[in-house]
C-alpha cells in the first residue's frame, strides 16, 4: 500500500498532508526517513512518524462534531489554539475531513478512514455542503445572481453556488449557500467578491448529513446508514 494511504488509513491526517509529512522528512520506515511519495508499505514493515511509532486500527470510526468558533481543524497548531481533535476524545486516532475555519461553526466530519476522507473531500465526486450565512447589508438581486453564475476573487474562479435569500433585518442578510467545491475561505471570498463582509458563518450540512440538535462542542458517531451513504458518494 502507498505509503501517504497507509498513513491516512492510521489517522495520521488526509492523504494530501501525510503527502506534505513525507516530503517533510518526518516519516521513517524500517528506521530511515524516506521523502520519496512512491514508496510502498509491506506487511512487516515499521512506519514512524516524528519518531513515534503509528499502525492501522481495524476498527474504523466516523464522527460529526458541532464545531464551536474559536478552534482550528488541524492535528497540532503551532499557535497553541485550541483544536478540534481536543474536542473528541476517542482511543482511535482521528483527523478532520476537510477544514473549517478558526472564527466559523458547525458540521465537521471526523475519521481514521482515508479512503472515506478521500472521497468526501475529492473535488471530482463535487460532494453538497450547507452552510447558513449572515453578510452584511442586503445584497441585490444582481448580486445574488453572479453567486449563482459563478464568480473570481483574487485570481480564483469559484463555481456557481445554490444560494437562497432568507430575509434581512437590522443592516444584515441571511443566506442559505450550497456549494460543491471545498476551497480556502470560499464562502467568504465568494461574498468579499461583492464587495460585501461574512458576519457568521456556519456549515449545517455535509452530502445530506445534518448537524440536527448537536449542541456546540457536541459530537456523535455517525450510524450505519449514514457510514454507507459516504461511502458511496464516489
Ligand atoms: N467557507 C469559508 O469561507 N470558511 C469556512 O470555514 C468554510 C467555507
Redesign the pocket.
Known amino acids: 500500500m502507498r505509503i501517504n494511504k497507509y498513513l491516512s488509513g492510521c489517522g495520521i491526517d488526509s492523504r494530501r498532508k501525510c503527502e506534505k509529512l513525507i516530503t517533510d522528512g518526518r516519516v521513517r520506515v524500517n528506521g530511515k526517513t524516506i521523502t520519496v511519495l512512491a514508496t510502498d508499505i509491506k506487511d512487516g514493515d515499521t512506519v514512524e512518524v516524528d519518531g513515534k511509532y503509528v499502525g492501522q486500527s481495524s476498527r474504523k470510526v466516523y464522527i460529526m462534531l458541532n464545531k464551536p468558533k474559536g478552534c482550528v481543524c488541524t492535528a497540532s497548531d503551532d499557535k497553541g489554539r485550541k483544536t478540534v481533535l481536543d474536542m473528541v476524545k476517542v482511543k482511535e486516532r482521528i483527523f478532520p475531513v476537510g477544514?473549517?475555519?478558526y472564527d466559523?461553526e458547525g458540521l465537521i466530519l471526523l475519521t481514521n478512514d482515508g479512503d472515506t476522507a478521500n472521497i468526501i473531500t475529492h473535488p471530482r465526486n463535487m460532494v453538497k455542503k450547507v452552510?447558513s450565512v449572515r453578510v452584511e447589508g442586503e445584497p441585490t438581486d444582481a448580486e445574488i445572481k453572479r453567486l449563482r453564475n459563478g464568480v473570481e476573487y483574487c485570481g480564483v474562479k469559484y463555481a456557481p453556488a445554490q444560494v437562497k435569500v432568507l430575509g434581512s433585518q437590522d443592516g444584515e442578510t441571511k443566506l442559505e449557500i450550497t456549494i460543491t467545491e471545498g476551497k480556502n475561505?470560499?464562502?467568504?471570498?465568494m461574498i468579499e467578491s461583492l464587495g460585501r463582509r461574512?458576519l457568521f458563518?456556519k456549515?449545517t450540512e455535509i452530502a445530506g448529513l445534518r448537524l440536527g440538535g448537536l449542541s456546540r462542542g457536541e459530537w456523535r458517531y455517525l450510524n450505519p446508514r449514514e457510514i454507507e451513504r459516504l461511502k458511496t458518494l464516489s
Request: glycine share 0%; charged share 40%; net charge positive.
Open positions: 477544514r473549517l475555519d466559523t452552510y475561505h470560499e464562502i467568504k471570498n461574512v458563518l456549515r
